[in-house]
Nanobody, 127 residues
Framework: QVQVVESGGGVVQPGGSLTLSCAASATFGSILRIDDMAWYRQAPGNERELVASIGTDGNTQNIRSVEGRFTIRRDNAKKTAYLQMNSLKPEDTGVYYC??????????????????WGQGTRVTVSS
């Protein structure tokens, strides 16, 4: 199976910074390619929302509320995406999820293509 694992969450005071990481791997073979990768978040009582995304060409998009504060980037060799979060606000609190559009190859040569979610990492911004 394809695994997507997030890390880097924690508790931080308003104005602080955190960097989240999202690493993809395949237990049944190897990952050939990861197309777009994205970070979502879900605050208590709210629906999951897209925060930022990055394509294979490095083009990025993010929601207006994090403009100038959050930066998404990726390391294709490491099959990892990052979300650098600066000037954090209490309204940034939530569980952050990574989503990766993956093309993987099984040991038997068959391809596995799909979008995969991580288990989430919790970010709490509070004084």
């Amino acid at each position: 199976q394809v695994q997507v694992v997030e890390s880097g969450g924690g508790v931080v005071q308003p104005g602080g910074s955190l960097t989240l990481s999202c690493a993809a791997s395949a237990t049944f073979g190897s990952i050939l390619r990861i197309d777009d990768m994205a970070w979502y978040r879900q605050a208590p009582g709210n629906e999951r929302e897209l925060v930022a995304s990055i394509g294979t060409d490095g083009n990025t998009q993010n929601i207006r509320s994090v403009e100038g504060r959050f930066t998404i980037r990726r390391d294709n060799a490491k099959k990892t995406a990052y979300l650098q979060m600066n000037s954090l606000k209490p309204e940034d609190t939530g569980v952050y999820y990574c989503n990766a559009n993956v093309v993987a190859q099984r040991f038997d040569g068959e391809l596995e293509v799909g979008r995969y979610w991580g288990q989430g990492t919790r970010v709490t911004v509070s004084s």
